[in-house]
């Protein structure tokens, strides 16, 4: 009884909406439905992979994606060890709620934010410059195409990176402390604890979340992404959650966007299936299946 919930949510939000696949292969028409548009096959995926949107939003994603898993991927990882370190519980209980915090603030309210602070005419940093008697001009990092992608990794890091340490501080609590006792007596320093205890302990963990991540490279973030960029960096910032968005939204090409989905799709399981398969190589322990 207590899984049907979760099991109602997946058939319902998951399951059920795959039906709505058949529009990427058809020539959809909202007055004539499902059933009444007619069937084009492979043509949708033929004139989106043609777009030269497509081709700078798959660009963008890919980019952005790939430096969100090797800057912010780590992050959790870096900060639960260093918490796990932290001794003074009270202390450890503060630092974690207010790295917490900013997981439960959406991107809107982070994206006013960000514009408080580096806005070129008002934010706090063109303030704090003019303090110190600097009166040229600033930085426009919302505004760069140079910086814009650094500042959304940066962000993603800031909001997300406290709320990703709570599976690994779980997986570390879970490891055995005689293994710390043990790396004591025979003169083990902290950070040789860290790299033959704790690490090896959290390894499984890592691959599975890696795996997913990877399985996930096509989704650079579209609430962020919409939240932050804007005409001046579309160039560097549009991804294909935002170019789906577009064609849905604004344009009304069912077919495309449904089409784009599909391809996302196909690409993350695919992804999924090979890092999976060299994680199991690498050890037998770690993978999904």
Not at 41 to 50: H, I, R
Not at 70 to 85: D, K, Q
């Amino acid at each position: 009884m207590m899984a049907v919930p979760g099991v109602l949510f997946f058939i319902v939000f998951h399951y059920v909406p795959l039906y709505g696949i058949l529009i990427a292969f058809k020539k959809y028409n909202l007055y004539q439905g499902f059933a009444g548009s007619p069937w084009v096959g492979l043509d949708n995926f033929t004139k989106l992979f043609a777009m030269s949107g497509f081709t700078r939003a798959l660009k963008n994603t890919i980019i952005i994606s790939f430096y969100q898993l090797v800057f912010a991927f780590p992050a959790p990882i870096i900060l639960a060890i260093l918490l796990n370190e932290v001794r003074h519980m009270l202390y450890k209980r503060f630092v974690q709620t207010v790295i917490y915090l900013p997981h439960f603030v959406s991107w809107v309210v982070i994206s006013g934010i960000l514009y408080a602070f580096f806005s070129p005419s008002t934010g706090v940093i063109k303030e704090a410059a003019e303090w110190f008697g600097y009166e040229g001009a600033v930085i426009n990092f919302l505004g760069s195409k140079e910086y814009f992608r650094g500042l959304l990794v940066i962000s993603n890091i800031w909001k997300e990176a406290g709320f990703g340490t709570v599976l690994y501080l779980a997986t570390i609590a879970a490891i055995d402390t005689q293994l710390y006792e043990a790396a004591k007596v025979d003169g083990a320093k902290k950070l040789q604890q860290i790299w033959h205890i704790t690490l090896p302990g959290l390894r499984t963990t890592i691959v599975i979340l890696l795996i997913f991540r990877v399985g996930n490279i096509l989704n650079a973030g579209l609430d962020q992404v919409y939240a932050l960029y804007n005409p001046q960096v579309f160039e560097v910032s549009e991804i294909l959650d935002t170019f789906v968005y577009k064609l849905a939204f604004e344009e009304a090409k069912y077919d495309l966007s449904t089409a784009t989905g599909v391809f996302k799709s196909i690409i993350g399981l695919v992804l999924v299936l090979i890092t999976n398969y060299i994680a199991k190589k690498i050890d037998r322990d770690s993978g999904l299946i």
